[in-house]
């Protein structure tokens, strides 16, 4: 072997201690003289061989950039679990499976990249998906800066699996999707006395995912429609009422009606000579629990304050408003579906939707009357059938503090 600097090939002088000199590699323990500190061990980059000094009382040894190091032990070390938006399965993201016996003390997020449309992402388990505390906005343009990398999210109190393993997860990811095709519309109102309205020779086409939709008010206090009916014998289900006194306001709506052309007949428990109702006909909307959220709001006034929240993604929302005696009828704020005075009766009767409104935030759906009038207003949330699609950008490295 030749160790070099010797010059003339000479060997320099060096010593070994029980080495055969059989041309076998060097034997490190115990055996070779070497110029290293004391207290130090070697290891390998791959290249050459380095010295690294033993640490302290209480260190660790660890592994930083790819190499060995020493760091303070601690009772309850962090688990380091990378994730990115490839991670996200049905709105869910799972972080860490606890073992039983185990508990999770707290968890920090590092959002290396934003992600594209979620906010309000929580971290839990099964049984509470909130995690006791709101972890922090993951929507485009937020995420966490150098300056507060590491930054505390969520605490779990000591969180304990004592039955089986645990499975941690981030829930609440939100979705982009297709919202609700209305595809035909019509409405009817009187004057005369009478307890039903027909939409008369109404189509439903032969979409997929239909649902028809009845917006409908009464001059009467406190009396309720009795049932809606299409083409003879498909009944609709109510959805919302509101009554303010001489008027009442409600919504129906029927799932995966049949595709023809027929009436929609409405029907009240009592007689009045100024009731309205209009129908929708919608499709891609979700036929299991096609209504979301409702809301209703009463008052005196010129505008309405009216408003409602929908939550799912691709939701959209749709409206009705009866008003007392007026001289035209009030203005809507979204796309009109109509308004109009009723004659005799005095009331306007009217209704509004939007395919697009801002998903969890307040949507105000105001209309405003030629002067201060009582009115009874309502609205619900359409939601879509199409599949939820996910982030498609985002990469977060998640730290939990376990307890063994």
């Keep these: 072997m030749s160790f070099g600097g010797g010059g003339s090939g000479a060997l320099p002088n060096h010593e070994h201690t029980n080495i055969a000199l059989d041309g076998g590699p060097l034997d490190f ?13 070697t290891y390998s980059d791959g290249a050459a061989l380095q010295e690294l000094t ?34 996200i399965a049905a709105l869910e993201m799972d972080i860490y499976t ?25 971290i839990g388990d099964a049984g509470d998906n909130n995690g006791f505390a709101e972890a922090t906005d993951w929507t485009a343009g937020t995420g966490l ?8 999210v969520t605490s779990f109190k000591n ?5 089986g393993t645990t499975a941690i997860k981030a829930y609440n990811f939100q979705g982009t999707a297709s919202p609700p095709v209305k595809d035909a519309q019509a409405q009817n109102s009187s004057a005369v006395v009478g307890n039903t309205i027909t939409n008369s020779g109404f189509t439903v086409a032969a979409n997929s995912d239909r649902v028809l939709i009845v917006v409908s008010s009464l001059e009467s206090s406190a009396q309720q429609i009795t049932g809606i009916t299409w083409n003879g014998v498909e009944t609709f289900t109510s959805a919302v009422t509101i009554d303010n006194g001489g008027k009442r306001s409600e919504i129906w709506y029927l799932v995966n009606p049949t595709a023809t052309t027929a009436d929609v007949v409405t029907t009240w428990g009592v007689n009045s ?47 009705i408003q009866v008003s007392d005696s007026v001289a035209s009828p009030p203005t809507d704020t979204l796309t009109a579906g109509w308004s109009v005075g009723i004659g005799g009766g005095g009331k306007s009767f009217g209704s509004q939707y939007d395919l697009t409104p801002t998903i969890n935030a307040s949507n105000s759906m105001a209309w405003t009357y030629p002067s201060s009038i009582p009115y009874a207003w309502a609205a619900i949330e359409l939601k879509s059938a199409s599949p939820v699609i996910g982030d498609t950008v985002g990469a977060v490295d998640f730290y939990l503090q376990v307890v063994n």
């Design 29 to 41: 323990v115990n055996t070779t003289i070497a110029s290293l500190s004391a207290s130090s061990m």
């Design 273 to 319: 000579n100024a009731r309205g109702a209009g129908v929708y006909s919608f499709y891609n909307v979700n036929q299991a629990s096609p209504i979301g959220v409702t809301s209703t709001d009463t008052g005196t006034s010129i505008t309405t304050t009216g408003t409602i929240t929908p939550t799912s993604a691709g939701s959209a929302i749709v409206d």
């Design 159 to 163: 969180m304990l699996s004592t039955s």
């Design 145 to 152: 800066s150098d300056a507060t990398r590491g930054q505390y």
């Design 98 to 122: 606890l073992p039983e016996d185990s508990a999770i003390c707290n968890v920090w997020a590092d959002i290396t990249t934003a992600f594209d449309v979620s906010t309000g992402v929580t």
């Design 54 to 87: 033993i640490g302290s009382d209480a260190q660790v040894l660890a592994v930083q950039g790819g190499a060995p190091s020493w760091i303070t032990n601690t009772s309850n070390p962090l688990v380091k679990v990378s994730k990115t938006f490839a991670d």
